[in-house]
């Protein structure tokens, strides 16, 4: 998949080099902890992926997911996002929609899966910022999962985006 760009953000395909980057922006933004393993195994994994925001060469956001069977059979691919996150002076910007068109794109092309039903995701139940840019995005709250954060302990917010169109 090529990089595309908007507002002369460069949207791509995270590195190795990346990662550094990576977890200083989801520590910078309060983003649940994940090891430098982790994100590592994001970028080199079959199903999962690591797509990067770059703005003038430096890392500005990033979403990381991985492409899971669906219930359809019609579209028996979904996406999880398991964490994305955008360096706060670029937030409310376009990059977070950008990263999650992105990832939507680069995903499906690079596991040959066009055919992606739903995407999925968890939020925390106070972040009440990201909640609203998820619904703005056509995503859906459909249950809650109890004391399922820890450091506080807090609810998560499971959200459906079901594909008819491209969201955002």
Do not use: C
């Not at 003038?56 to 059979?73: K, Q, S």
């Not at 964490?83 to 040959?112: C, E, M, T």
């Not at 840019?133 to 609810?155: A, S």
């Amino acid at each position: 998949m090529k990089r595309s760009s908007a507002n002369h953000t460069i949207f791509r395909v995270a590195a190795l080099e990346d990662v550094d980057r990576i977890i200083s922006i989801a520590e910078t933004v309060g983003l649940s902890r994940w090891s430098r393993d982790d994100y590592l195994a994001g970028i080199s994994g079959e199903t999962s992926r690591v797509s990067v925001a770059e703005k003038n060469g430096e890392v500005i956001g990033f979403t990381v997911g991985r492409l899971v069977p669906g219930f359809d059979a019609k579209r028996p691919y979904d996406i999880e996002i398991d964490n994305i996150g955008v360096d706060p002076r670029f937030q409310r910007k376009g990059v977070g929609a950008g990263l999650i068109r992105y990832f939507l794109a680069s995903i499906s092309d690079a596991s040959n899966a066009p055919d992606v039903g739903n995407m999925w995701l968890e939020v925390r139940s106070s972040n009440v910022t990201a909640i609203r840019f998820y619904e703005k995005l056509g995503f859906r709250e459909i249950h809650q999962r109890p004391n399922y954060y820890r450091g506080p302990v807090e609810n998560a917010i499971v959200m459906k985006l079901k594909f008819t169109e491209t969201p955002g």
